[in-house]
T-cell receptor, first 113, second 115 residues
Framework: AQSVTQPDIHITVSEGASLELRCNYSYGATPYLFWYVQSPGQGLQLLLKYFSGDTLVQGIKGFEAEFKRSQSSFNLRKPSVHWSDAAEYFCAVGNFGNEKLTFGTGTRLTIIP | DARVTQTPRHKVTEMGQEVTMRCQPILGHNTVFWYRQTMMQGLELLAYFRNRAPLDDSGMPKDRFSAEMPDATLATLKIQPSEPRDSAVYFC?????????????FGEGSRLTVL
């Protein structure tokens, strides 16, 4: 069974600082990996995804993530956060031919001035 | 601007009452998912449909929950009877194809409170 671990429940970052959110997955074959963002009172929105190829993927809003098979990780990064990035971030894993995604428990990001 | 529409956005009800949540997927999307979000459990997949046929409802308590797609533009999730532990935000999401591009389009959710 596939699973996702987001070890950080809550992270606080100063505006303009860099950000890294951690995600570890467990899956036997090559996974499909995703990051979604949820703003307060809203549904989830896809930030980026990895299926194959280049292990560094670019997403919307200036985010990027790197797939590291040896570490079973897919960490999300942004070089300089903005106050509008405050939200909850979810990592998810899936696989080809199976629409079901397994989501992590989420990391809540707080931005301080 | 295509979006998934869910109603109601908020629902407060008493234990034992029937609750029906509705979802209009994005036109042309053939796969529809129901997720439940709670602080304790996070996001849980309850059920999903492809081309209106139920594919997996293993995440749903069968004795009180039911999910249907009467037509391609409407998915429903019903709880009867409701219990306080059902209090959660219920999300509907839709996607376009079977290749699992992974882009699920989520609605804004239905926040259910059962007293």
């Amino acid at each position: 069974a596939q699973s996702v671990t987001q070890p950080d429940i809550h992270i606080t970052v100063s505006e303009g600082a860099s950000l890294e959110l951690r995600c570890n997955y467990s899956y036997g074959a090559t996974p499909y990996l995703f990051w979604y963002v949820q703003s307060p009172g809203q549904g989830l929105q896809l930030l980026l995804k990895y299926f194959s190829g280049d292990t560094l993927v670019q997403g919307i809003k200036g985010f990027e993530a790197e797939f590291k098979r040896s570490q079973s990780s897919f960490n999300l990064r942004k070089p300089s956060v903005h106050w509008s990035d405050a939200a909850e971030y979810f990592c998810a894993v899936g696989n080809f031919g199976n629409e079901k995604l397994t989501f992590g428990t989420g990391t809540r990001l707080t931005i301080i001035p | 601007d295509a979006r998934v529409t869910q109603t109601p956005r908020h629902k407060v009800t008493e234990m034992g009452q029937e609750v029906t949540m509705r979802c209009q997927p994005i036109l042309g999307h053939n796969t529809v998912f129901w997720y439940r979000q709670t602080m304790m459990q996070g996001l849980e997949l309850l059920a999903y449909f492809r081309n209106r046929a139920p594919l997996d409802d293993s995440g749903m308590p069968k004795d009180r929950f039911s999910a249907e797609m009467p037509d391609a533009t409407l998915a429903t999730l019903k709880i009867q009877p409701s219990e306080p532990r059902d209090s959660a935000v219920y999300f509907c999401a839709s996607s376009r194809d079977r290749a699992n591009t992974g882009e699920l389009f989520f609605g804004e959710g239905s926040r259910l409170t059962v007293l």
